[in-house]
């Protein structure tokens, strides 16, 4: 399941230093909270995947494993405030900033090409 994203460019995050370090970057960041549920599996990684082929994309991809990773998670969803903790759930940021999320109940009941056009909207707004 974390291949699933790594073999496409996504960096995984372990610890809460990498967490700090990926999301201060300068540019944008794309950070996926990925799970083992199945709307993880149907949706959000073939939609976070599909997104990519957008004609903006961000500079970035990094994700952290909710319930392997627990202390980078735990980081990650600290910079994901005011937002609830959420899996999976996709973050975008933009020079340190969060700019875009969307919470598992956005990607529920979704198909992944609603979700990649959801993300292709906010990659041309924000990259």
């Not at 900033?97 to 969307?102: E, G, P």
Request: with cysteine; hydrophobic share 40%.
């Amino acid at each position: 399941m974390a291949k699933d994203l790594t073999m496409v460019g996504f960096e995984e995050l372990k610890t809460p230093e990498q967490v700090d370090k990926a999301l201060a970057q300068s540019g944008t960041v794309l950070c996926m909270v990925n799970s083992v549920c199945g709307c993880a599996a149907g949706a959000a990684r073939p939609g976070v995947k599909a997104s990519l082929n957008s004609n903006k994309r961000p500079d970035k991809l990094v994700t952290v494993f909710a319930g392997v990773d627990t202390d980078a998670v735990l980081r990650a969803r600290q910079h994901f405030l005011p937002y609830p903790p959420s899996s999976p759930s996709i973050a975008l940021f933009k020079d340190g900033k969060l700019v875009h999320f969307v919470e598992r109940h956005h990607i529920e009941g979704r198909t992944a090409q609603m979700i990649a056009d959801h993300l292709a909207m906010a990659y041309d707004e924000f990259c």
